[in-house]
Every structure is written in structure tokens, then in C-alpha cells.
């Protein structure tokens, strides 16, 4: 009797570990990250920073139609870094050539073209992930940031 109790609690909890979602299936990636992780970075990087746009400031409540997106020109291994833009604000398309590396709070588009033309990919299907939840993203020339 204590076997088939001890077999069959097994047996559940194989069939609740195989019915989780891993993080690829539900869509989530590490590139897009969350304002906190965004700020954590800011605050602990050695990269140079410009900022662009609206004051980024984790304090304060955001849009749910407010994206940061950091994208910088060098990678150093499994690390982001070298001169790091810096953009918090709406919807635009960014001027963005000599990108390496991307990470933003929503999903976004990065092209390798101009004017967010020529073949773009979105952030969520980075194939690449770097450290701090950064994407390869390399012949970036201009980023599509969209409403959330």
C-alpha cells in the first residue's frame, strides 16, 4: 500500500514538472527586462552614458506606453558596454548605427537599415543573450520602439 502511495505522489509531481512552461515557451526573455533591472544597470555600469528622451527615474509610477531602451557599440564576451545610449520615452524610431548589444523594458524592433527599414527583428527573439539581460545584436543600425 505505501508503494503505490509513494508511486503514484511521484507519478503527480512528474506530471506537474513536465506541465510547467519553460521561459521560451511562455515568451518571456531575459532582453527585455524589468525598470528595476534597467536602473540596477545604470547605476552599476562603467559604460559611457548619453540619455535621450524623458528623465529616467525608477521612483517615479511609469506609462504603461514608456519604453527604456539602452543600446550600446562595444561587447566584451557575455558583457554590454562602450559608449551606451540611453532612450526613455514613447513610441520613435532611433538612430542607432554601430549597435552591438540592446536591452529594453518592452519589446522593441532593431533594424539593419536606416530609418527602421531593411530587415528588423524583434528584441523577444534575440537569438544571443548577454549579460544583464542584453541581446547581440549586431549591424543594428536604427531602433523601432513602439507602444507597449
Known sequence: MQFSTIFYTLAAFAA??????TASETGTFSAIISDAEMAHWLANTDAELTFIGEPFNPLLKRSAQTTTVTYCTKRVGPIC???CSVYNGGATCLAAAGTVCIAATNDIG????????????????????????????????SILVSTA
Do not use: Q
Open 110 to 141: 532593431f533594424c539593419d537599415a536606416a530609418g527602421c527599414n531593411g530587415d528588423c527583428s524583434d528584441l523577444a527573439s534575440c537569438g544571443t543573450t548577454l549579460n544583464s539581460g542584453f541581446c547581440y545584436t549586431p549591424g543594428t543600425a
Open 16 to 21: 506537474v514538472a513536465v506541465a510547467v512552461p
Open 81 to 83: 558596454g562602450g559608449s
